[in-house]
């Protein structure tokens, strides 16, 4: 494909050229592009250029994870069914330190940092520390996000999904408080965890007539069970 240069590029030319790269399944090219133009003066302040050269990052990282799982089976990455869910925050099970992961992280915390509304690269920045166990981090983020953007009820999805990690993450590890908390010693204590997770998923009902009836479910045990200890 003949490569448009930074001199006369948009920001649609930019992401146009890279959206056609991974359409052919071009992922290591088209990440190889956007980190070139990244650095130039008039897309270093944008911050899709860099959320999305994240979330490429995230994508190399599970192609190689597979890689390395699948390395004496030929045929699989033949198969296009065994690549259709590379983008998909569903599995972490690959190596933290791996370039491509550093990457994601880096690009992603500059991409929220330039603008904390938008919300697919604060999500995947969420997600990827929380698989990192930086909840601390992990919360500002989405709280960054929710006061941003108020009006949106993802927002507190967001919260009431964190929380609910934080607690199934603490009922199963015996050293909790060795994990990054980023100075919030709340997210220490079970009870405060449960608490919030309350009451951002009762935010996230109003906010959303069509939130999942589940979480409904799980208020009233967890209100009856409550209500039963006063």
Not at 47 to 53: E, L, P, R, T, W
Not at 209 to 229: R, V
Request: proline fraction near 2%; hydrophobic fraction near 40%; aromatic fraction near 18%.
């Amino acid at each position: 494909m003949i490569e448009l240069r930074p001199s006369y590029l948009t920001i649609d030319l930019v992401l146009q050229y890279v959206f056609l790269h991974v359409q052919f399944g071009l992922y290591e090219e088209a990440f190889t592009y956007i980190e070139s133009v990244v650095t130039e003066n008039q897309f270093r302040s944008i911050a899709s250029i860099h959320g999305y050269a994240g979330i490429l990052s995230f994508v190399l990282w599970r192609i190689e994870t597979r890689r390395n799982l699948h390395q004496n089976d030929e045929d699989y990455f033949e198969d296009d069914s065994n690549l259709s869910d590379l983008g998909k925050l569903d599995d972490f099970s690959g190596d933290f330190g791996s370039l491509h992961f550093v990457n994601a992280i880096k690009y992603l915390e500059t991409s929220t940092n330039i603008d904390p509304t938008l919300q697919i690269f604060s999500y995947y920045y969420y997600k990827l520390l929380f698989a990192k166990k930086f909840y601390g981090r992990a919360y500002i983020i989405l709280s960054n996000f929710q006061t941003n953007t108020p009006e949106n009820a993802n927002g507190y999805r967001y919260l009431a999904e964190f929380f609910d990690g934080c607690l199934k993450d603490q009922s199963e590890v015996e050293n909790w408080e060795d994990f990054d908390m980023d100075g919030d010693s709340e997210l220490l204590d079970f009870t405060s965890n449960l608490e919030r997770w309350a009451f951002y998923t009762c935010k996230w009902m109003e906010a959303d007539p069509c939130a999942d009836i589940e979480n409904f479910s799980q208020l009233m045990d967890y209100y009856g069970s409550a209500y039963l200890l006063i």
